[in-house]
């Protein structure tokens, strides 16, 4: 006897299911209008699905870092630390979700009884969820995910990493910048990493007028947990 659930048709997946993939069709360069109305309304599906999951209460405080650093590495146990300390002071700790760094702030966050949140990028390498999550949700568009971890968020901690990194600690830092956002604190952790990029930010930026003495200031620079909760809670008070 036929079974009628392997008989009956498929659903069709809905738009928001089809969301998966679609970042690299919709930067590939002009298309139909109709294709990108299509592409605005998968945004604001994505963007609906952070608003409706970020449902907490209370300052968070987003770590950005790099997905490849090893348990071992002393850049991963300052951001366990890091997020360990933030928990106990009463803040939720917000990363893109993946390993790395993200893993250590969330992991931190959990062992000091606090709210661990990521928002995983889907990527074809590198990035998987880590398992410290309290809320998480998997995201397919940069810039959306960009937005969910700025706006939620009372201060920025950027640990050593790459591209994906330094692009969102120079686009929070211009948001501030330009007064899209308040002046929230942004520490940089790692002062050997931090310390080639400083600078460059004061001997070549600052020295050429492309940034001001103002906008130097916007990045604190440490390596001490101490003196970045410090920075955190004196700015938020």
């Not at 994505?46 to 770590?63: A, H």
């Not at 590198?126 to 971890?149: A, C």
């Amino acid at each position: 006897m036929p079974d009628d659930k392997l008989d009956a048709p498929s659903a069709s997946p809905s738009l928001l299911q089809q969301v998966t993939g679609m970042e690299k069709h919709f930067l590939s360069g002009r298309r139909d209008r109709c294709e990108e109305l299509e592409s605005a309304v998968r945004f604001f599906l994505e963007f609906l699905r952070g608003f409706e999951s970020l449902d907490f209460e209370g300052p968070c405080v987003t770590v950005f870092g790099s997905a490849r650093f090893k348990e071992d590495h002393r850049y991963y146990q300052l951001a366990r630390s890091l997020g360990r300390r933030c928990a106990e002071e009463g803040f939720s700790v917000m990363t893109g979700g993946g390993p790395g760094i993200m893993e250590a702030a969330n992991r931190g966050a959990k062992e000091g009884g606090g709210l661990s949140i990521g928002f995983n990028i889907n990527l074809p390498f590198e990035q998987k969820p880590n398992p410290y999550l309290d809320i998480f949700l998997e995201l397919d568009h940069f810039f959306v995910r960009k937005v969910l971890l700025v706006k939620y968020s009372n201060a920025f901690v950027v640990m050593p990493g790459g591209f994906g990194t330094l692009d969102e600690t120079f686009e929070t830092l211009t948001l501030m910048q330009t007064g899209k956002i308040e002046q929230f604190p942004v520490i940089a952790m790692g002062t050997d990493f931090w310390g080639n990029i400083r600078e460059f930010i004061t001997e070549a930026m600052l020295s050429e007028g492309t940034i001001d003495q103002e906008d130097v200031e916007l990045l604190h620079t440490t390596d001490s947990v101490d003196e970045a909760l410090s920075i955190i809670k004196d700015a938020l008070i």
